[in-house]
T-cell receptor, first 111, second 121 residues
Framework: TQLLEQSPQFLSIQEGENLTVYCNSS?????LQWYRQEPGEGPVLLVT?????EVKKLKRLTFQFGDARKDSSLHITAAQPGDTGLYLC???????????FGKGTKLSVKP | GEEVAQTPKHLVRGEGQKAKLYCAPI?????VFWYQQVLKNEFKFLIS????????ETGMPKERFSAKCLPNSPCSLEIQATKLEDSAVYFC???????????????????FGNGTRLTVT
């Protein structure tokens, strides 16, 4: 059973389009992080959301944490080819220290 | 250093051989995590250290996997008698601390290395 479900698994869009990636769980997380991973590299942290209902913006990326802290979304406005990559959500629970990762959304933005 | 350094980048082992992977965390970071990324991008937690002490080893297959973080040495992950299913990319990540922010919140931004791709043939 996957604790964090990400959807869609794959997304191929044209430059300029908008998209939303979802990260859902039946469990509550104390915080949730979004990472982006490019081929041959490790994931790089984009943002951490902590408070239920929190919205954070990073240029064209908008991250939201659900009110109940069970789900999150990532919205990209006017996607560019440079946004191509694997987007991973990862949840932290309590003080255990290890993050639980979703399986990721592989995004391809075509010029 | 300012980056998590993992070596080697690629490692090929015949089934049954030993494999040893290394990780130098960012200087000043107290926590080290090992993750295994298998096909379809799934990240599986293996083990974490607080300095040289094991913090959480709930993800470690105990029979063939072992890990150490000794003072003044890179951390290591060793697989005895590798199996085909051990083929994966192994990522090391480090973190300055675990608890950041208010008392009832916990989050640990992880800084990942670029991984070691292990291929077992």
């Amino acid at each position: 059973t996957q604790l964090l479900e990400q959807s869609p698994q794959f997304l191929s869009i044209q430059e300029g389009e908008n998209l939303t990636v979802y990260c859902n769980s039946s469990s509550v997380f104390s915080s949730l992080q979004w990472y982006r991973q490019e081929p041959g590299e490790g994931p790089v942290l984009l943002v951490t959301v902590v408070t239920g209902g929190e919205v954070k913006k990073l240029k064209r990326l908008t991250f939201q944490f659900g009110d109940a802290r069970k789900d999150s979304s990532l919205h990209i406005t006017a996607a560019q080819p440079g946004d191509t990559g694997l987007y991973l959500c990862a949840g932290a629970r309590g003080s255990q220290g290890n993050l639980i990762f979703g399986k990721g959304t592989k995004l391809s933005v075509k010029p | 250093g300012e980056e998590v350094a993992q070596t080697p980048k690629h490692l090929v082992r015949g089934e049954g051989q030993k494999a040893k992977l290394y990780c130098a965390p960012i200087k000043g970071h107290s926590y080290v995590f090992w993750y295994q990324q298998v096909l379809k991008n799934e990240f599986k937690f293996l083990i974490s250290f607080q300095n040289e002490n094991v913090f959480d080893e709930t993800g470690m297959p105990k029979e063939r996997f072992s890990a150490k973080c000794l003072p003044n040495s890179p951390c290591s992950l060793e697989i005895q008698a590798t199996k085909l299913e051990d083929s994966a990319v192994y990522f090391c990540a480090s973190s300055q601390s675990l608890l950041v922010g208010t008392a009832d919140r916990f989050y640990s931004p992880l800084h990942f290395g670029n991984g070691t791709r292990l291929t077992v043939t």
